[in-house]
């Protein structure tokens, strides 16, 4: 069974404090993984995919990378703006999503 | 503007009580999904479809059901609503399986 851990459940950050946020997963071939943010009483916002060991992706402030056996989302210089809840979801052969149960970030002005 | 609606956004209903939830998407997207997300766990699909007529059990489909008659619209339905299906029921949409899925603003349940 596909299985997605993320880490921390919660990361308090003042404004500029820069920091990681983990996935670790286990997935019968991994198809691709996928980095949403969301915000209190929204659906999840695409953020990025990556689909292989090495690969890289930015976006403003944020950056994901992708090992073998996890993945990390870095945070640089955050604003209050950035506060949310980050989702990691893998995509294994059968094409289906496994969501991990999310990081919920709280950046402070 | 393309986009993913939901609807109703709240719903308060009675334990024994058929309810459905509307899903519509302005994509033109062949795959549809349904999650429901609780405290403390990630997103759970109830059930998927890849195009009209077709529909799929996803990891948490008992007491729910789908049909999908035409590409805009999944509606999802319980047909006995239970306390334990309190829950945020959120549709998605994709392009096809490699995209990445659209998801719509939610409609929170609650069943007493």
């Known amino acids: 069974e596909d299985q997605v851990t993320q880490s921390p459940e919660a990361l308090r950050l003042q404004e500029g404090e820069s920091s990681s946020l983990n996935c670790s997963y286990t997935?019968?071939?991994?198809?691709?993984l996928f980095w949403y943010r969301q915000d209190p009483g929204k659906g999840p916002e695409f953020l990025f995919t990556?689909?292989?060991a090495g690969e890289e992706k930015e976006k403003e402030r944020l950056k994901a990378t992708l090992t073998k056996k996890e993945s990390f989302l870095h945070i640089t210089a955050p604003k209050p703006e950035d506060s949310a809840t980050y989702l990691c979801?893998?995509?294994?052969?059968?094409?289906?999503?496994?969501f991990g149960a999310g990081t919920t970030v709280t950046v402070r002005a | 503007d393309a986009e993913i609606t939901q609807s109703p956004r709240h719903k308060i209903t009675e334990t024994g009580r058929q309810v459905t939830l509307a899903c519509h998407q302005t994509?033109?997207?062949?795959?549809m999904f349904w999650y429901r997300q609780d405290l403390g766990h990630g997103l759970r699909l109830i059930h998927y479809?890849?195009?009209?007529?077709?529909?799929n059990k996803g990891e948490v489909s008992d007491g729910y059901s789908v049909s999908r008659s035409n590409t805009e619209d999944l509606p999802l339905t319980l047909e006995s609503a239970a306390s334990s299906q309190t829950s945020v029921y959120f549709c998605?949409?994709?392009?096809?399986?490699?995209?990445?899925?659209?998801f719509g603003p939610g409609t929170r349940l609650t069943v007493l």
């Open positions: 998605a949409s994709s392009a096809s399986s490699y995209n990445e899925q659209f």
């Open positions: 997935v019968s071939g991994l198809r691709g």
């Open positions: 990556l689909y292989s």
């Open positions: 979801a893998v995509q294994a052969n059968d094409y289906k999503l496994s």
């Open positions: 994509w033109n997207h062949n795959n």
């Open positions: 479809s890849y195009g009209v007529q077709d529909t």
